[in-house]
Structure formats: C-alpha cells, structure tokens
C-alpha cells in the first residue's frame, strides 16, 4: 500500500512529520508539502508562475505553492506509483464547521479525491505540540482502520480532528456531522507607518452552534471527531423549489 501525504503548515511542521510517521507503520509513505505556511489558502492552484517541486535528502519533496499544488504535482509527476490514500495534516488548529471551505489541509485531502483517490483530513484542535504526540497510539488506531475498509466510499473525504488532551485523556472516536460556527471582530482596522488604511484578516471571537453529533461538540467532549464529507454541494432538496421560481422566464 502507498500513501501521498500533505498538508498546508509546511515541510518543516511536526504535525506532518507525526503523520508521515503513523502512516508508516502501514503503508510506504511519500512526503509532498509546501515548503512554507499556507494556512487559509483552501483549494486554490497557482496559476500565475511554474512551480519548482524540490526533492530533499529524506525523499519528501517541498513545493513552493499551496496544498492543491502539491497534491496534483505528486500524482501528475512526482509519484512513480499512484497512492491508495491521500492524507493530509496534522493541521496546527482545528478545522471544524465552515472551516472546512477554508482549510489547505481539507483542500489537499480533496484533491486527491477529486482525482480518484481516498483522501484523509487530520486536524489537531489545540496548541500543545507535545499534547498532540501523546495521541499517537489514537492515530495509529484510527488510521490502521481507516486503509483496512474494504470498500472506502466513493468521492467522500474523511475530515478527523483531534481534541486539546493528552492521549490518555481521549474518551474515543465519535462519527459527526459538521457544527457551525462564526466569527466576529476578526478585522483589525489599522494603519501603515504611511498613513494608508490597512486590515488584518483574523483572530476574534468565535462562537459554535450545531446539533448534538456536531464535531465541535465531541472535541469539546475529549473525543475525536470524524466527519465524512461530500463534494458534491448541490442542495438537492431545493431543486424543485427553484424550478419553480421560473428563472429567466
């Protein structure tokens, strides 16, 4: 078994280094990432240079674009052998709710799928890089169980986020459905040493709403969440209402 593993943190973050290594104990494991940060960057290509992937003396490769780049550039022309599973993670941060339209790490599990292949989504929704460690034997766990399903669905991505405890602290794994969340003050209105009217995207607050199977509720539990996602975003149960409006008529 083969598998391609990315994320959005970069080459260098230990969340990838812990996944690489998991994935190990099952399967042969090539490593292509961005070779710096691209958190938010969600399933954007880069379009507008050539991208340099460049091989380093462990056998991963960097790429100087975002996780959807890395993803296509591996199984287009890195790869010898096409992988079974796209994993990607662990992401420093969750990625629960609406995070999934912005993630690198969900994009970079998508576009594996989107290109015939399973794809795995690992987030770690807390701060304390040694907290996620200690959760090996969980992941060894989950993902053991994840390349042994017979038959993994067909374009569906498996989105995991682990919780802010210690691996001894874990209550179990929990399938979920997506929460909701949303964001407020997270402008900050600033200026430049010129004077020019400047913004910063992020930070604020954030507030979670969802049903009670929703991911940020089993995370907030001590549990791992595990939330199967669909492609496909069609609302199919207003097709017929939005026919009915006549559009263009």
């Not at 940060?37 to 960097?62: I, W, Y």
């Not at 179990?172 to 997270?186: A, K």
Request: net charge negative; proline share 6%; hydrophobic share 40%.
């Amino acid at each position: 078994m083969n598998i391609l593993v990315s994320n959005d943190d970069g080459i260098l973050a230990r969340g990838l280094a812990l996944l690489a290594d998991v994935c190990r104990t099952v399967a042969s494991v090539t490593v292509v990432a961005p070779d710096r940060e691209q958190s938010g960057t969600s399933h954007s290509l880069t379009l507008a240079r050539p991208l340099r992937p460049l091989k380093r003396p462990d056998g991963s490769f960097q790429v100087d674009g975002t996780p959807t780049d890395c993803v296509l550039l591996a199984l287009g022309a890195l790869l010898e052998q096409r992988p079974d599973f796209v994993f990607s993670g662990i992401n420093h941060g969750p990625n629960m709710g609406e995070d999934v339209m912005y993630s690198g790490t969900v994009a970079a599990a998508m576009e594996g799928l989107s290109l015939g292949i399973p794809g795995v989504a690992v987030s770690f929704a807390g701060s304390g890089l040694e907290v996620m460690e200690s959760q090996r034997p969980w992941l060894e766990r989950l993902i053991g169980s994840v390349v042994g399903v017979r038959e993994f669905p067909k374009e569906t991505l498996l989105n995991v986020n682990l919780p802010p405890v210690p691996g001894d602290q874990i209550k179990g794994i929990r399938v979920t459905t997506l929460g909701s969340r949303v964001f407020s003050e997270s402008l900050m209105n600033t200026k430049d040493p010129w004077g020019r009217r400047m913004y910063w995207i992020g930070g604020g607050q954030i507030s979670w709403s969802g049903r009670e199977d929703s991911d940020f509720i089993a995370v907030k539990d001590g549990y791992i969440s595990v939330t199967p996602l669909h492609v496909d975003l069609t609302n199919y149960g207003l097709l017929e209402v939005v026919r009915e409006w006549k559009l263009g008529e």
